[in-house]
């Protein structure tokens, strides 16, 4: 009997959030797949996983701002696994800062060392395995990255240079297909941030259309996106590469159940 093939993916931000959905998606049937976790926390929740899947899930301690933990989560993938297929790049922090509050960059810097200097650093050590897998990168964007908002600059800068940086390797590597994805008001600590610090300074509409859906229990389950991803980080369609989408876009009708 022929063994299952079973896709390996490397996971940067699994452990909370958005990124702990892609994680649980990919882990159980039907897809089960192997994971590299590259994380620098060890939560609870990661531990069980990593307890309950224990043949399928590698998770490599260290912080993806340093170029050794980088190249070290894709060592591990090929000589755990043999392989890598994809790449889910769901890393990422938020500052709320006005521009004029600014005293010096250090935030600004702060935000883009966790949110777009480690995507060139995952990117450089795995590309030789993508080509090969013909694979697949996920970036995870924002809305933020295409809609200016009152102290979101840092942010929403980091996610635009992820954009772009997902056009540029979709035009210099064609056998490799490059997605932005946009997972919407999702609710994760990084919302939970959002409401407790942004009332003040963030763009008053901004802001009250975020709480509001939380309010009303509208705000979109961090699974919904999560499947999205998981499932373009594995059969996402060459036609797909370069865009920058929104997960629940007609277009990816086919990467999304009924949930």
Not at 201 to 210: A, L
């Amino acid at each position: 009997m022929a063994a299952v093939y079973r896709p390996t993916i490397i996971l940067t931000g699994g452990s909370r959030g958005i990124g702990l959905s892609c994680l649980e998606i990919l882990l159980k049937s039907p897809i089960r797949a192997n994971v590299v976790s590259l994380s620098r926390s060890f939560p609870a929740k990661l531990l069980e996983l990593k307890k309950s899947y224990h043949d399928n899930l590698l998770v490599v301690q260290g912080d993806v701002k340093n170029d050794e933990d980088n190249k070290r989560a894709v060592e591990s993938a090929i000589k755990t696994f043999g392989s890598i297929d994809g790449l889910i790049l769901n890393s990422g922090i938020i500052h709320f800062e006005r521009i004029d509050k600014n005293k010096s960059l250090e935030a600004w810097r702060e935000v883009f060392d966790v949110n777009f200097f480690p995507l060139i650093l995952m990117l450089k050590h795995s590309l030789v395995y993508l080509r090969s897998s013909k694979g697949r990168v996920v970036f995870i964007s924002s809305t933020a990255s295409v809609e200016g908002g009152s102290s979101l600059g840092s942010y929403g800068a980091s996610k635009a240079a992820m954009n772009s940086l997902c056009r540029t390797l979709a035009a210099e590597e064609p056998e490799i297909t490059s997605i932005s994805l946009r997972p919407g008001v999702t609710d994760t600590d990084m919302q939970e941030e959002l409401r407790s610090k942004g009332k003040d300074i963030m763009t008053p509409t901004i802001y009250q259309s975020c709480y509001d859906l939380y309010a009303s229990s509208k705000i979109v389950r961090p699974e919904r996106p999560a499947e999205v991803i998981v499932n373009l980080s594995i059969r996402a369609d060459r036609e797909l590469t370069g865009k920058f989408l929104v997960w629940d876009d007609e277009e990816l009708k086919t990467y999304r159940s009924s949930c």
